[in-house]
C-alpha cells in the first residue's frame, strides 16, 4: 500500500503513519517532472481548507499516473469535509481513477483566523480521534467500499462553496500580508516547512512570494512565534504532538 500525504502542522502525517504503507510526500512528488505510483493500493491523506481541497491536491491529482485496484481518499478537518470529498471524486473520475473508499477525520482546525488553538485542543477528547481512525484503518484493511454518491444536494454545495466561501479563505497571495515580529531570529524554519517554496529567509528578511498554499506550516511551527496574521483569534499555534518539527521539515523541505 502507498500513502501519499500533504501535511502542515502534522494531522495528515500521523493519519498517514496510522493507516501505514509506504507514505509519500505530495509536496517532494510535486518537485518530479512525472509521477507514477503502482500499488495494490494507493490512498491521499490531506487537509480541507475551506471546504475545499488544498491547491497542491488540485494540482497533484491532475499531474499524478496512479493505477491500483483500490483507492481511496483520507481527509483531515475541524467539522466538515463531504463537499472537499465530492471534489476528489469528480477529479479521480476525470482520472479515470475508481474512488472505492473515501472518509474524514475530525481534529484540530488549524484554522488561526476562526479558530483559537488551545480551544481546539481541549475540544479533542470529544472528537475520539483515534477511534475515528481505528475504524478507518479498519475498513481499509479490509477493502471496504464506501463511495462518494454526487447527490444533486453535495453538488450544490460544492458550487456554493467554491463560488461563495473559499475564495475569502484561500488565496495564493495570502501570505504576502504576514507579519514578521521582532523575535524572528531568521532560522529559516519557516521556509523549510513551507510545501510551495513560498519563502526565502536571509540574515534580516524574511520574504513571502505569491504561491502560498495557506495551510499555516510557517506559522504553527515557527519556533520563536514570530509569523502572525493581520487578524488572527489567538497567537497559540498548533502541532500534532504526534509529529516532530523535523518530522514537518522532512515532509516538506
Known amino acids: 500500500m502507498t500513502i501519499c500525504y500533504f501535511t502542515a502542522s502534522g494531522n495528515c502525517l500521523y493519519v ?18 512525472k509521477i507514477e505510483i503502482e500499488d495494490d493500493a494507493v490512498g491521499i491523506v490531506c487537509p480541507v481548507y475551506a471546504v475545499e481541497l488544498p491547491f497542491m491536491i488540485l494540482d497533484f491529482m491532475k499531474k499524478a499516473e496512479i493505477t ?7 481527509m483531515t478537518c475541524g467539522y466538515g469535509y463531504m463537499p472537499s470529498l465530492g471534489h476528489a471524486e469528480v477529479l479521480a ?26 480551544e481546539e485542543i481541549d475540544k479533542l477528547p470529544e472528537k475520539d480521534v ?25 453538488l450544490g454545495q460544492m458550487e456554493w462553496y467554491h463560488k461563495n466561501h473559499a475564495p475569502k479563505v484561500i488565496d495564493k497571495r495570502m501570505a504576502l500580508d504576514y507579519i514578521v515580529n521582532d ?18 529567509v536571509t ?7 505569491d504561491h502560498c498554499e495557506v495551510c499555516y506550516a510557517c506559522l504553527h ?17 498548533f ?3 504526534h509529529v516532530s518539527l523535523k518530522d514537518i521539515i522532512a515532509a516538506n523541505a
Open 221 to 237: 511551527n515557527c519556533p520563536q512565534n514570530a509569523i502572525h496574521l493581520p487578524v488572527e483569534k489567538a497567537t497559540k499555534r
Open 130 to 154: 483515534e477511534g475515528q481512525l481505528d475504524r478507518i484503518c479498519a475498513d481499509i484493511a479490509a477493502r471496504k467500499e464506501q463511495r462518494v454518491e454526487l447527490t444533486d444536494k453535495l
Open 16 to 33: 498517514a503513519r496510522r493507516i501505514g504503507g509506504k507514505l509519500l510526500s505530495i509536496p517532494q512528488l510535486m518537485r518530479q517532472d
Open 183 to 200: 523575535a524572528c531570529i531568521h532560522c529559516g524554519i519557516c521556509a523549510k516547512v513551507c510545501p510551495a517554496n513560498n519563502i526565502i
Open 68 to 74: 491500483t485496484d483500490y483507492f481511496f481518499v483520507i
Open 93 to 118: 473520475r476525470e482520472q479515470g481513477w475508481d474512488l472505492k473508499y473515501g472518509s474524514g477525520v475530525l481534529m484540530v482546525d488549524n484554522y488561526i483566523p476562526f479558530f483559537d488553538m488551545q
Open 203 to 209: 540574515k534580516d528578511k524574511v520574504t513571502f512570494s
Open 239 to 241: 502541532r500534532n504532538e
